[in-house]
């Protein structure tokens, strides 16, 4: 007998963040006897099809500007292949493509990527909460975003529903077999993985290892994420590690399609930064039982770490007391994560 398979398009952008590799995870933990799943790549393309599975058909929007047209190809993309849903994970993307699966009446199933009380555009504001209205379900990361989303669309926790971000164990499973990318020496190893944008606090790391360099200088950093001699911050922190003369033991080793083994060989994760959503690598390097130093940029953050036993927590631009956390984290060990993430199961139920 012939099961009819739920039909879900997930859109994302081309770009390689954290967004769109959910976006990808949550696609790849429905089961494929259930599901039918395709990817929708919209914009420019990066490395992002290397995180795609070759049994996933990708379908491609191209576009220089989202502001152009990207509604009417989205659309046409729906009404050709007819989904039962259809998902995206960025709050730019998520409001246009709620507005072309009600246009087309298909179901749409947003996650949201950011707290509202960053936004500044109260025009955009009044966008999200029209548009949430229609979706039949947003999902808010932690449970702060979620009241803060029912507050603003107006509706309650059954359409604005909390899921923490589900972990890709079989992948980083397997990924962290692959060989020790780190010189095989007795150094320290501090991690920190993410974009270079202002948010992410590199600077505030930067002024952190220099102390705890200071102390010891078997001490290194590496930090995880794309660089480009175009972007101002990257710029800003290479000058930084030049000035304060740590560029022997600050490395810049780019993006990474395997940043697990990264996490997996460190000595210790460290998350500096001013905003966050929910930090998909705060998680993946405690489910591998790396120790943690992080900064509490947000509510949620204070709940994921357990003082002392999987890491530690400061507060915000705070250097110093950066700094003394990371000496102290390395003497953690033998602990698991204790915080829970979204299952498989979660997102079937979500999809029917």
Not at 2 to 24: D, H, P
Not at 280 to 306: F, Q
Request: proline share 4%; with cysteine.
């Amino acid at each position: 007998m012939q099961i009819n398979k739920i039909k879900i398009l997930f859109f994302l952008f081309g770009g390689v963040g954290g967004a769109e590799r959910m976006t990808i995870n949550i696609g790849k933990m429905l089961p494929s006897e259930q599901f039918e799943v395709k990817f929708v790549v919209c914009g420019r393309m990066t490395q992002i099809l290397q995180f795609i599975p070759t049994n996933y058909e990708v379908i491609r929007i191209p576009w220089h500007n989202i502001h152009v047209f990207s509604r009417f190809r989205m659309s046409r993309v729906i009404l050709k292949e007819k989904p039962d849903f259809v998902f995206a994970s960025t709050m730019s993307l998520n409001v246009r493509l709620i507005q072309c699966a009600k246009w087309c009446g298909v179901k749409s199933i947003v996650r949201n990527d950011s707290m509202l009380r960053y936004i500044t555009s109260r025009k955009f504001l009044f966008q999200l909460s029209k548009r949430y209205q229609s979706a039949y379900h947003v999902i808010a990361q932690q449970e702060e975003m979620q009241q803060e989303l029912i507050k603003l669309v107006g509706t309650n926790d059954r359409h604005i529903v909390c899921l923490h971000n589900p972990i890709d164990i079989n992948t980083i499973n397997q990924k962290i077999k692959e060989e020790n990318p780190y010189p095989q020496d007795n150094s320290i190893k501090y991690l920190f993985v993410g974009n270079f944008t202002i948010h992410k606090a590199h600077d505030v790391l930067i002024e952190a290892f220099r102390i705890v360099h200071g102390h010891n200088l078997n001490a290194h950093l590496y930090l995880v994420g794309k660089t480009s001699s175009q972007h101002s911050n990257y710029q800003k922190i290479v000058k930084m590690v030049q000035r304060y003369g740590l560029q022997e033991y600050v490395h810049f080793v780019g993006e990474q399609i395997n940043p697990y083994k990264w996490m997996f060989h460190s000595d210790c994760f460290v998350l500096p930064s001013r905003l966050e959503g929910l930090p998909n690598v705060l998680l993946e390097a405690m489910y591998l039982k790396r120790p943690v130093v992080a900064s509490v940029c947000i509510p949620v953050i204070d709940r994921m770490v357990e003082e002392g036993y999987n890491g530690y927590k400061v507060k915000p631009e705070q250097p110093v007391a950066m700094a003394e956390a990371m000496e102290k984290a390395l003497s953690l060990k033998d602990f698991e994560l204790t915080f829970r993430t979204a299952e498989k199961e979660d997102f079937i139920n979500l999809f029917k």
